[in-house]
C-alpha cells in the first residue's frame, strides 16, 4: 500500500505521530488508495523552521532564476499531465477530461507566474526635493503558509505556490487530506525543477493540529487560504492579532440570471454545465437559477430534461460525465440540504436521492437535482451546498431579478443570460461579485486574469493573473539623496 509522507528540508518524513488516515477512492470506496502519515504538531512547526532557514538565500536568488525553477516545474507539470490528472480523479472524483482541464489551467498559471520573475517592477517617481531619486522596490515577505481544499487538488495550490516563489518567499504548503497524492505529486515536481531544500514544504495532517501549528507560529507572514467561509473567517480572526497578511477565497452561492429575450437553449445547457459538472463541487458553480417568470416554465423543463441525461460513474471511465461527491462527509451534506429543500417547501422536479445501479452504490453518487419554485429565505437559496443542486427563482423582471442575485453573503461569480445590451450593461453595473459572465457559465476562468470575489467570498488581494504577485510582496519606498550635503529641516 502506498504511503503519503511530508515534505520538510528536503526530505520526505516518516511522522513519528503514529497518526494515520486513508486515502480512499470515492467511486469504488472498497479501493484504498494509499494511508496518509499525518504530521505532529511538531513536524509541523520544524518546516515553518526549515522554511524560515531557507528564506534569506532564496530571497537573494535574483528574480529570473527564481522563475526559471518555476517555467521548469510547469515543463514538468506538462510531462506528467496523464499521471497528474489519474491522481486527481482517483482521489477526488472528477472525470478525466474535468482533470486534464485542471492540469491545464494549472500549467498555464504557473507558465505565466514564471514570467512575472522578469516583470517584478517598481515605480520611479519624481521627487519634491531637488538631487533626490524615488523609487519603488517590491519584497517577499518570508514564509507563506499555502492551506488549500481537496476540489482542485493541483490548481489551486499551483497558483499560491508559484507566485509565492516567485516573488521569493518561501513555502509550507498544507492540502486538504483527502488528496495527499496529489499534493505529494505536485511537491514532487517543484522539487524536480531544482528548489533548494527548505524552499517549499509539504505538510500532511489534520487543520486542528498541523494546521493550527503552521499558522500560528511567529515565523509565517502571510496565509494563503482556499476553503469554506466559516474557517476562512475564523483563520483570520485568529491570526489578526499578529498582523498577519491573509488572503482567503471562500464561498460561493453563484446565481445565473435567465431574461425573457435570451437564448433559452445555450441558457439551459450553460446552467447544466455550471450546476452538474464537476458534481457541482466548485467554488464558481452555478447554484442558483434566477428565471423571468415568463420563461420560466420552459427553462425548467428543459433543465430537467437536461440534468436527467447526465451519465453518472467512475471519473475513469470515458462515458462518465459526473463523478462521486469527494467522500462520505460531503455526500451526506448534499444529501441533507436536499431534505432541508423539501421541508422547506421548495418543488422537486429532478433527482433528489442517491443513485443506484450499474455500481454506483460503491460510491458516493448523488442525482443531479433540480429545486423549482424556490424563495429567497430558503435555506437552499442562501447557504453553500458544494453538490450537484440547482434551485430555480422565478420572478418577475429584471429588478427583482438583480434584487434576488444580489440577496447573498456570497460574490464570488455570476452570469446573464439576455441578448440585450442595456440588460447586459445594466447587470455588469448592478451585480455584487467580483467576476461575472456574459451568456457563458458561471464558472471558467484564465491564467493570466485576476480570480477572486467580494462580501464573504474574499478576502486581500485577487489571485492570479496580473495580480498574482501583489498579495506575495511588500512595496518598499527608496529615497536616495545624492546632493552631498545635509538638508535643513524634514518635509514630515
Excluded at 528540508?9 to 516518516?14: E, F, I, K, P, T
Excluded at 434584487?403 to 455570476?414: C, H, R, W
Amino acid at each position: 500500500m502506498t504511503i503519503f509522507r511530508s515534505y520538510i528540508n528536503g526530505a520526505w518524513l516518516n511522522s513519528a505521530s503514529g497518526r494515520t488516515s486513508l486515502n480512499i477512492d470515492p467511486a469504488h470506496t472498497d479501493d484504498v488508495i494509499g494511508t496518509i502519515e499525518l504530521a505532529s504538531r511538531e513536524e509541523a512547526r520544524s518546516a515553518v523552521e526549515a522554511a524560515h532557514a531557507a528564506f534569506r538565500s532564496w530571497k537573494r536568488t535574483p528574480a529570473p532564476t527564481r522563475g526559471r525553477i518555476v517555467a521548469r516545474a510547469a515543463r514538468l507539470m506538462e510531462e506528467r499531465k496523464e499521471e497528474l490528472a489519474a491522481a486527481i480523479t482517483r482521489e477526488e472524483g472528477k472525470t478525466l477530461a474535468e482533470a486534464r482541464g485542471e492540469l491545464t489551467r494549472a500549467i498555464n498559471v504557473v507558465e505565466f507566474c514564471a514570467g512575472e520573475s522578469r516583470r517584478m517592477v517598481g515605480e520611479t517617481i519624481p521627487s519634491e526635493l531637488p538631487a533626490n531619486f524615488a523609487y519603488t522596490i517590491k519584497e517577499p515577505h518570508g514564509v507563506v503558509a499555502a492551506i488549500t481544499p481537496w476540489n482542485f487538488p493541483v490548481a489551486i495550490p499551483a497558483w499560491k505556490i508559484a507566485p509565492a516563489l516567485v516573488a521569493g518567499n518561501t513555502v509550507v504548503f498544507k492540502p486538504a487530506t483527502l488528496t495527499p497524492m496529489t499534493a505529494v505529486l505536485l511537491t514532487e515536481v517543484f522539487n524536480e525543477a531544482g528548489l533548494p531544500p527548505g524552499v517549499l514544504n509539504l505538510v500532511l495532517g489534520s487543520g486542528g493540529e498541523a494546521g493550527d501549528e503552521i499558522v500560528c507560529h511567529p515565523a509565517v507572514k502571510a496565509i494563503s487560504f482556499t476553503g469554506s467561509t466559516e474557517t476562512g473567517l475564523k483563520l483570520y480572526a485568529q491570526v489578526a492579532p499578529r498582523g498577519v497578511k491573509v488572503q482567503a477565497e471562500m464561498g460561493g452561492k453563484n446565481p445565473v440570471v435567465v431574461l425573457e429575450d435570451c437564448d433559452i437553449a445555450l441558457a439551459v445547457e450553460s446552467t447544466a454545465q455550471g450546476a452538474f459538472g464537476s458534481t457541482g463541487q466548485r467554488c464558481t458553480a452555478t447554484s442558483r437559477a434566477i428565471v423571468i417568470d415568463k420563461v420560466a416554465d420552459e427553462f425548467v423543463s428543459k433543465i430537467v430534461e437536461r440534468a436527467k441525461s447526465f451519465r453518472l460513474g467512475p471519473g475513469d471511465d470515458p462515458n462518465t460525465d459526473i463523478g462521486p461527491s469527494v467522500d462520505e462527509s460531503q455526500f451526506t451534506t448534499v444529501l441533507k440540504y436536499i431534505d432541508i429543500g423539501r421541508e422547506d417547501g421548495a418543488e422537486l422536479v429532478c433527482g433528489g436521492r442517491r443513485a443506484e445501479g450499474d455500481g454506483l452504490e460503491n460510491g458516493w453518487f448523488v442525482e443531479p437535482t433540480v429545486f423549482d419554485r424556490v424563495t429567497t429565505d430558503m435555506r437552499i437559496a442562501q447557504e453553500e451546498i458544494f453538490g450537484p443542486v440547482l434551485s430555480v427563482i422565478r420572478v418577475k423582471d429584471f429588478d427583482e431579478a438583480m434584487a434576488v442575485a444580489n440577496d447573498s453573503e456570497y460574490g464570488l461569480s455570476s452570469s446573464v443570460f439576455t441578448n440585450d445590451v442595456n440588460s447586459t450593461y445594466r447587470f455588469i453595473d448592478e451585480i455584487e461579485t467580483g467576476m461575472t459572465h456574459i451568456n457563458s457559465p458561471t464558472t471558467g476562468g484564465e491564467a493570466h486574469i485576476p480570480f477572486g470575489g467580494v462580501k464573504h467570498t474574499g478576502l486581500g488581494a485577487r489571485e492570479q493573473g496580473s495580480t498574482s504577485l501583489d498579495f506575495y510582496t511588500e512595496l518598499k519606498v527608496v529615497y536616495v539623496d545624492y546632493t552631498g550635503r545635509k538638508r535643513e529641516g524634514n518635509l514630515y
